[in-house]
């Protein structure tokens, strides 16, 4: 039997990630760090936790290895499995033997002890039925957690900037938009816009899509397929353009 090995020099983050933190995450996550203490990120989909991970992998120069969960994931999904390649058996390491192995950070997108280097972060949504949901307090009660949400107004129109390079006006006005879509968290949409579907929206203004446009293909479209909802985010898109 052979062990697939990996190369971590492929995993370590060379340049900065562009993250701007929210409130104190960076110190508690430094610190839940060197005290070997497992990580839960709490928080709406598209709101900065994977770029966060990536800051703080970058951060503290520890390679970092992701894996996606999903409803139907097993423990060998993350541990790993034996494949027969070429009449050999060979062993695979999922995303979870690898971070061990290799003293990474091992961060599990929407789910779900090793040597001193390795850190484990989950990540989930609470408005969503998930794996992580559901989580027993003897596990939940490992983590430090910490909560995460949209960024304020005006932080949220910097990041939109700094990703894409659309000017403050219009950053404003997709900021305001997506505040108008997260209003109608509970009554017809079952999530607002996030600062991701605002980037998306942003880099296709950018490249010239009119507002409008662009706020229907990224964002209304993303958040519903129910035609009178949809209808309702674009005359909103259309109140702010
Ligand atoms: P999540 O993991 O919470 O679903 P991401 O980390 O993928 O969300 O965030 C989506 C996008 O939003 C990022 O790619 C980035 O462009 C932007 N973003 C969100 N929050 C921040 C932040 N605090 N600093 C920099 N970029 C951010």
């Known amino acids: ?39 839960l990120l709490k928080g709406p989909t598209g709101c900065g936790k994977t770029r966060f991970m990536e800051h703080m992998a970058w951060r503290l120069k520890r390679p970092l290895i992701t894996g996606s969960c999903h409803d139907d994931l097993t423990a060998s999904d993350l ?6 390649t070429g009449g050999e058996t060979v062993w695979v390491d999922g995303p979870l033997a690898r971070a061990v192995r290799n003293g990474a950070i091992c961060y599990l997108d929407e789910i779900v002890e090793a ?7 989950i990540s989930y949504n609470p408005g969503y039925q ?38 403050a006006a219009q950053a404003e006005q997709l ?14 949409l079952e ?17 010239g899509v009119s507002p409008v446009v662009a706020c229907r293909t990224c964002i209304a479209e993303a958040l519903t397929d129910d035609a ?13 353009f």
């Open 79 to 84: 541990v790993g499995r034996y494949l027969i």
């Open 130 to 167: 998930s794996v992580l949901k559901d989580l027993k307090q003897s596990t939940r009660q490992r983590f430090v957690a910490l909560e995460f949400d949209y960024p304020s107004a005006a932080l949220e129109a910097k990041i939109v900037m700094n990703e894409t390079g659309i000017d």
């Open 115 to 121: 040597g001193p280097e390795f850190c484990m972060a």
């Open 191 to 207: 999530e607002g816009a996030s600062t991701r579907l605002l980037v998306h929206a942003a880099k296709l203004m950018t490249d």
């Open 1 to 39: 039997m052979t062990v697939q090995a990996i190369k971590p020099e492929e995993y370590f983050i060379e340049n900065e990630p562009y993250y701007e933190p929210i409130g104190d995450e960076l110190s508690v996550f430094e610190a839940a760090y060197k005290n070997q203490l497992p990580i």
């Open 228 to 240: 009178e909802m949809l209808v309702a985010v674009h005359e909103l898109s259309a109140s702010v």
């Open 175 to 188: 900021v305001k938009f997506a505040h108008m879509t997260r209003n109608l968290k509970g009554s017809g």
